[in-house]
């Protein structure tokens, strides 16, 4: 099957850095499901609001959603992600989430990009040794 982002999530896409881009892209082609991008770069009143509703663990600027290139705008460092099944996001299906992770993962291998999951943070392999849950959030992996 062939996926296309909608507008939502192609402008959200496009508030990314180059290299999360192409992993969105590239992800898209690899995927049995169709995705949705829900975040890219956010605005202080956003980011501070998911952090006051304890959806984030970063304040305003310290995410990595927050990124910005002066004089370019918007690259944020992270994009959050849904399977889209039935014109929504099933939530609560962590299996369908980690299996995305995986398109994205190869995706991102294929383009020698490292990414971190924030359903293993510490990226051991292991979700069960994670005490912050963000089943559908992909960032760039600082070395």
């Not at 892209?25 to 956010?42: F, H």
């Not at 970063?58 to 370019?72: A, C, V, Y």
């Not at 690259?75 to 039935?86: Q, R, T």
Request: aromatic share 14%; hydrophobic share 40%.
């Amino acid at each position: 099957m062939s996926w296309a982002y909608g507008q939502s999530s192609s402008q959200k896409r496009d508030t990314c850095d180059p290299q999360l881009i192409r992993v969105m892209d590239r992800g898209l082609e690899l995927s049995p499901v169709d995705l949705t991008i829900v975040w890219g770069w956010r605005d202080e009143e956003t980011q501070n609001s998911f952090f006051d509703m304890e959806v984030s663990k970063k304040r305003w600027p310290d995410s990595k959603h927050n990124f910005t290139i002066e004089g370019i705008g918007p690259s944020s460092k992270a994009f959050d992600f849904g399977p889209w099944v039935n014109g929504q996001i099933p939530w609560d299906d962590t299996h369908l989430f980690s299996l995305i992770a995986g398109v994205f993962f190869a995706a991102a291998d294929d383009l020698n990009i490292k990414l971190r999951w924030g359903g293993d943070w510490d990226m051991d392999g292991l979700t069960t040794d994670q005490t912050f849950m963000d089943w559908g959030h992909m960032e760039i992996a600082e070395e």
